[in-house]
């Protein structure tokens, strides 16, 4: 275990002194005073801070403002604004959680306090693993949403970020008969589209409140439009470029871009959820739960593009424009363009079962939990990418300008019009079809009782049985013969889809070009032999199934005692992971496509410490130290490889012995609770990851056969050292109607190191996308029925890739969003509500060295309008 570095120990020190700091007890029984919360916004606060509060270790909270009503349209879109989390956007939508700095992989995401499968990436050959995908969860079905970022022994093991535990709705914890609904209508400006969202709950209880059930359900439709311009990726170039034309590199050393590809995505979703659930409590000692929860989402997705490619041997000579060692702009007579459509229909399945109860045994109380989850996502209608292209002879001039918001580059084509069917001949036709099955099962039990040693007053154990599972199965089919070299007439196409397509950009560039009508192209095409024909070699080295059982014992030991006369709460405990899994796939070995198998296993023992210290009855401090893992992305350890042999025997691929990242991490924190709505807390944490996962060369063994293997491994280093403040009061006391008002803020500062390494040289640098200064606003009103919300959400510009291999590292600007939100009480039962998305429209843009263009993403601003009732 290393030493905590002196950045955390002074963070350290500075909040330990603040804990010595105590009000008079005057003072404090004039700032603490009973708080009244009336608006549903602040009876959310009070609940997620109730549950804040109440915790051993280090967590924070978000909870529905009512039944069906959560703060936000998408979990991760409310989850943002907990201190130290952040999301990952996709077509202007929250679909990944990354918790203090690191990665979404390194979360766990629970449902109910279990586990979830995970529906995987179909859209495109990029995979994500473990990572929960939460644009198919509708928040309509949630209750409440736990941030546990210090971890107990009893906590499934897994995550060195976080665990995001998502709760469902329970008819007891309702007490008593409810019927809800909503009905709203959202609008997407960019894509001009209006679309129908609907939501409904009903629970019964009986008349003693020992059983209940419970049914939800929600529906939703959204039509989106991303309008995109991007490059394929800047080159380092230490030798630099000849910009003349006499041969030599005159340059010196520079970067310069790849091809420019503006690209335009229309998407359709459909999505249904359902939750339910049982509950039987028929005295104090006994509880039954069942609980179901059920997703059914269909995409539909079109893309269009087009591109400007070029090479540096054929820019003209002079032409070249370089600012600050970059590239940016020039021309040449010789270069390439492309033009396409790919299109889809995908369809995610999302199935979790759970069972499980509590009773008494003498003085133990035994509970037991049965689960079952699925995550299935392929996609159910083949996607399919129609290409034509100008290889050589298209003359043009482009420009890349500096990231200021709202730049894309400029394009002018002179011997081509991307609408003209004559001047573009056919390149092929790919199909491709991709099927992810995630499973995931478990039985767990557990004992507690309790206790009266040396301090501690219960003691838990407690054992758990997992087997997960991904099955990933890839297909790809390539038409050239009648395709390549033909020029189709005006019937093959169709007219462009949109109007103003990047309108608002600035640069000079084509905003229409052809659109390929499909049902033409492939109304033969692939026929049921091309079907029936066996499976390529690269269709069955893109195949794998990984599997994992995974056997855990934990045992620890709760306090409620006192230290030096002040309230000590705390947990110690330890767990013992063994995990067992197999890699099956293809591999080439020495052209041969062969199948291939591999096993490994490995123990983790997880210790874990936490502790709640009350310095008076609303200033507490926590402290935490826990050591923990997250096993490798599934991806990677796909045994997709490729042997050669040689004069050196070596391969290419995943790794299937890959153990998970292991770290230790420490955690301290200081909370006042001024009231049951109003907290202001500040926290610091560190995480030392030993085991990083990293793209090196290592050996792997192979029918007795040593090959030299470059793939993912572990080895590297990392480190995260951070710092939280968060603060949230309803100012009840001003005078009306100004009482009715209130604030949420957080700041989130973190700083990070790794290795990486290239061409076996470590390169020390920043973890990718890991914002150094986050921080989220949000003011709201609620009196009389009216509610009124304005939040704020920036991070600062983050690092997105590395630069190896020659490539200059990729950055994403700063970014934020504005989302507003107005709602009117009708009567008890009758809410009227207006939402606004990103209503600012800003557009994200990520950079290279010097504020370089990389690639620029609008999605425009969405509004809601709608109505709630409750009986």
């Not at 970067?255 to 420019?260: A, D, E, K, L, Q």
């Not at 059920?294 to 087009?306: A, I, K, L, R, S």
């Not at 029925?785 to 291999?805: A, E, F, K």
């Not at 504005?818 to 207006?834: E, H, K, W």
């Amino acid at each position: 275990m290393k030493p905590l570095p002196f950045s955390i120990n002074l963070l350290a020190a500075t909040i330990g002194s603040l804990c010595l700091i105590c009000l008079p007890a005057s003072a404090q029984e004039g700032l603490i005073e009973e708080v009244v919360v009336q608006g549903s916004y602040s009876k959310s606060l009070q609940s997620a801070l109730e549950t804040k509060r109440n915790a051993i270790g280090v967590m924070d909270a978000i909870a529905a403002e009512d039944i069906g009503k959560f703060p936000a349209q998408n979990i991760a879109e409310a989850l943002q604004r907990v201190t130290g989390v952040a999301i990952v956007r996709d077509r202007g939508e929250g679909v990944y959680v990354r918790v203090r700095g690191l990665g979404s992989n390194f979360q766990v995401t629970s449902l109910n306090s279990r586990t979830m499968a995970v529906n995987e990436n179909v859209r495109t050959s990029g995979q994500f693993g473990r990572q929960f995908r939460f644009d198919t969860l509708p928040a309509e079905l949630v209750s409440s949403v736990e941030v546990i970022k210090s971890p107990t022994a009893d906590l499934e093991e897994g995550a060195i970020g976080g665990t995001v535990n998502i709760k469902t709705f329970k008819p007891l914890d309702l007490k008593e008969t409810k019927y809800t609904g909503s009905l709203q209508a959202s609008h997407s400006e960019l894509a001009d589209q209006t679309d129908p969202r609907l939501s409904g709950l009903a629970s019964w209880t009986n008349s003693d409140n020992t059983f209940g059930a419970l049914v939800s359900a929600a529906y939703a439709e959204r039509s989106l439009r991303q309008d995109r311009s991007l490059n394929f990726g800047w080159t380092e170039s230490k030798a630099g470029i000849d910009t003349d034309g006499n041969g030599s590199l005159d340059s010196g050393p520079i970067i310069t871009p790849g091809g420019i590809r503006p690209t335009l995505e229309l998407e359709d979703r459909e999505r249904v959820g359902i939750a339910t659930a049982l509950q039987w409590r028929p005295n104090d000692i006994a509880e039954l739960n069942f609980d179901l929860f059920y997703v059914d989402q269909n995409v539909d997705y079109d893309e269009f593009t087009y591109s400007a490619d070029y090479t540096l041997a054929k820019l003209t000579p002079g032409s070249a424009i370089i600012r600050n060692g970059a590239l940016i702009g020039g021309s040449t007579t010789d270069g390439a363009v492309q033009i396409g459509r790919e299109s889809s229909g995908i369809h995610d399945e999302n199935l979790a079962l759970g069972l499980n109860g509590s009773f008494y045994l003498g003085d133990w109380k035994v509970s037991a939990d049965l689960f079952h989850s699925t995550a299935d996502s392929e996609d159910a209608d083949p996607i399919i990418r129609t290409r034509f292209r100008r290889t050589s002879g298209v003359a043009f001039d482009f420009y890349f300008p500096k990231v200021d918001g709202d730049s894309v580059p400029s394009i002018d084509y002179k011997n081509a019009d991307l609408t003209d069917p004559s001047q573009w001949q056919g390149r092929r036709l790919e199909w491709r079809t991709i099927r992810a099955e995630d499973e995931e099962q478990a039985i767990k039990l557990d004992a507690e009782r309790e206790l009266d040693f040396l301090g501690f007053n219960k003691f838990t154990t407690g054992l758990k049985l997992r087997e997960r599972s991904r099955d990933y199965f890839r297909r790809d089919l390539v038409l050239i013969n009648g395709v390549e070299g033909v020029i189709f007439d005006e019937s093959y196409f169709e007219e462009f889809p949109v109007s103003g397509f990047l309108g608002d950009a600035k640069g000079e560039f084509p905003q229409v070009w052809l659109v390929p009508n499909e049902s033409k192209f492939w109304s033969n095409y692939p026929s049921a032999t091309d079907l029936a024909a066996p499976l390529s070699s690269g269709d069955l080295r893109n195949s794998y199934l990984i599997e994992e059982s995974i056997s855990s014992i934990y045992a620890m030991l709760d306090m409620d005692n006192s230290l030096g006369g002040l309230p000590l709460k705390g947990n110690i405990g330890v767990r013992v992971a063994q995990t067992e899994q197999s890699s099956s796939g293809h591999a080439s070995v020495s052209g041969v496509t062969t199948p291939v198998s591999f096993d490994e296993d490995y123990t983790d023992v997880l210790p874990s410490a936490n502790f709640a210290l009350n310095w008076t009855d609303d200033l507490v401090s926590r402290v935490a130290v826990a050591k923990v893992i997250t096993r490798a992305d599934l991806q990677d350890m796909a045994p997709r490889l490729t042997f050669n042999s040689g004069d050196t025997n070596t391969a290419t691929g995943g790794n299937p012995k890959l153990n998970p990242f292991e770290a230790w991490q420490y955690d301290l924190t200081l909370e006042w609770y001024l009231d049951k709505v109003t907290a202001l807390s500040a926290g610091v944490f560190y995480k030392d990851i030993d085991t990083f996962i990293q793209t090196q060369k290592s050996d792997l063994v192979f029918n007795g056969t040593t090959y030299l293997l470059s793939s993912k491994v572990n080895g590297s280093n990392a480190e995260v050292t951070g710092m939280e403040i968060a603060y949230q009061q309803v100012f009840d006391q001003l005078p009306a109607p100004f009482d009715g008002l209130g604030l949420q803020a957080n700041y989130t500062w973190t700083d990070s190191s790794a290795v990486y390494v290239d061409n076996a040289t470590s390169v020390k640098g920043e973890l990718e996308d890991v914002a150094k200064n986050s921080y989220n606003l949000t003011a709201f009103y609620e009196k009389n029925g009216l509610g009124v919300r304005l939040s704020y959400s920036w991070r600062d510009g983050v690092l997105n890739q590395i630069g190896t291999n020659s490539l200059a590292s990729e950055n994403k600007a700063a970014f934020g969003t504005l989302d507003v939100s107005a709602s009117y009480d009708l009567s008890d039962n009758l809410t009227v509500f207006v939402e606004g998305i990103n209503v600012t429209d800003q557009a994200q843009q990520d950079f290279v060295q010097g504020d370089e263009f990389r690639s620029y993403t609008d999605y425009g601003t969405t509004y809601s309008l709608g109505v709630r009732a409750s009986f």
